[in-house]
């Protein structure tokens, strides 16, 4: 399993986490150093990875990537025709799949690209919306995504064909939007609140709200309809979407407000794994956590692992996908198009 983070001051992160035994009955987990420079000219304001790729995306207007088995950077993505802050990544990986297909970037302008990843090469760039993207959500087919912009507005975007599908204005600006793994629902953050959507016609089912009025600053879709959330609270906090109930949280699990939070594994669908259901977080403080949810009912619950980046962070992913294939990245001013997210 393999976390990234970025930070404030451009340095990106990135760390394996590796069970370390004690004795025959003991064993915990150890967040273990890959790297750790400064691989943009700014801050850093959005990571993504799958598998043994992984990208970053600045206020420098760049995209970085790297190859997590050999703790390398593979450079930055040239072509992407963004001309203002990355602000969000996501690679679309099939779930029969162990490596990434495509990677989808949005930034500060509008603009969104769409990279094969076989090597990484531009497929397509176009502009849905005038307005900054805030967040982007790839659905599980991988042929449609949704975002929400700073000026209030919603989209659906088809990526098979690089268009806008379908926009309309909320009335209010929603910073987060997510699928969950099946694709039938999605969430959208708006401050301290999340609605759930039906995906096929973005009817509101219900809304969850933890009262606490302090905004909402990452999400996490887990199985089974859970959501995991976490903002400046300092609260990791796990919604039971099918009911509007919330499971549990920990209470006080950073001592900052935490800027990302993501589930490393899941239940298999064919039965209940035996692994821990790992989730990691990241505080504005520089400090990275990894917890085991079943234990959060319990008092004092306590991180499987830590540590202490010492600067500021401001986003984190991770990926429990194994691969042997090492990512490259291809001649940029080639138009390569294969399976998956094709344009025509």
């Known amino acids: 399993m393999s976390i990234i983070a970025g930070s404030y001051e451009r340095f990106i992160w990135g760390f394996k986490l590796k069970p370390t035994k004690h004795d025959a009955d003991t064993q915990t987990l150890t967040l273990s150093p890959l790297f750790s420079y400064p691989s943009h000219i700014s801050s850093i304001t959005t990571v993504a990875c799958s598998g043994p790729a992984a990208a970053s995306g600045g206020s420098d207007d760049t995209i970085h990537l790297y190859d997590l088995p050999s703790a390398s950077s593979l450079g930055s993505l040239l072509d992407h025709n963004h001309t203002a802050s990355i602000t969000a990544l996501s690679f679309y990986t099939p779930s029969s799949l162990s490596f990434p297909r495509n990677l989808i970037s949005a930034a500060a302008d509008g603009s969104v690209a769409i990279f094969d990843t076989d090597p990484f090469v531009l497929l397509k760039s176009f502009r849905p919306h005038k307005k900054a993207v805030n967040d982007l959500s790839i659905h599980p087919s991988g042929k449609l995504a949704l975002a929400v912009y700073r000026d209030e507005c919603f989209a659906m975007l088809n990526l098979v064909r690089g268009k806008r599908s379908f926009c309309c204005r909320l009335g209010h600006e929603a910073s987060l939007v997510k699928f969950d793994p099946s694709g039938e629902r999605f969430f959208m953050v708006v401050n301290s609140k999340v609605g759930v959507h039906q995906s096929e016609d973005a009817k509101l089912l219900l809304e969850l709200d933890n009262g606490s009025h302090k905004r909402i600053l990452c999400a996490s879709p887990g199985d089974s309809g859970t959501l995991f959330t976490a903002g400046e609270d300092r609260a990791i906090t796990a919604w039971d979407t099918n009911s509007g109930k919330l499971a549990y949280s920990i209470q006080d699990a950073h001592p900052a407000r935490i800027k990302g939070v993501v589930t490393l594994t899941r239940n298999e ?49 991770g990926s429990a996908l194994k691969s042997m294939r090492r990512p490259q990245i291809g001649n940029q001013n080639d138009q390569k198009l294969e399976e998956g997210l094709n344009t025509e």
């Open 269 to 317: 669908n064919d039965g209940a794994s035996e692994d821990p259901y790992l989730v990691a977080s990241a505080s504005s403080d520089g400090i990275i956590r990894v917890w085991d949810m079943r234990m959060a009912a319990k008092e004092n619950a306590k991180p499987l692992a830590e540590t202490n980046t010492k600067s500021r962070l401001t986003c984190l992913a």
